[in-house]
């Protein structure tokens, strides 16, 4: 059954603090909004922000699939030169 609903946390642009959620339909979703909203913490008026629920641990854990990166190594540009000319035989 595919997914119609999704939970959109509302947040300060400035300090992260989650004012609340709201579960809206996929085809009513917005994410993008221009209105400033209070934050106690700031104590100003800060640029709202949207993220779906959820995002930031799916991401993380896809990171976490991929495979490492191979070690590089430190050397200095005459030094690989010299080590890339005695690898070709030159």
């Not at 854990?61 to 030094?79: K, T």
């Amino acid at each position: 059954m595919p997914i119609t609903e999704v939970t959109i946390l509302r947040r300060c642009g400035h300090c992260r603090h989650e004012f609340g959620e709201m579960t809206v339909k996929k085809d009513n979703m917005r994410l993008m909004v221009s209105e400033l909203v209070w934050c106690e913490p700031c104590g100003a008026e800060t640029p709202e922000i949207r993220e779906i629920a959820g995002r930031l641990s799916s991401v993380e854990s896809e990171r976490a699939s991929y495979p490492g990166n191979p070690p590089v190594l430190d050397v200095s540009a005459a030094e690989y030169r010299r080590l890339r000319e005695r690898a070709s035989g030159a």
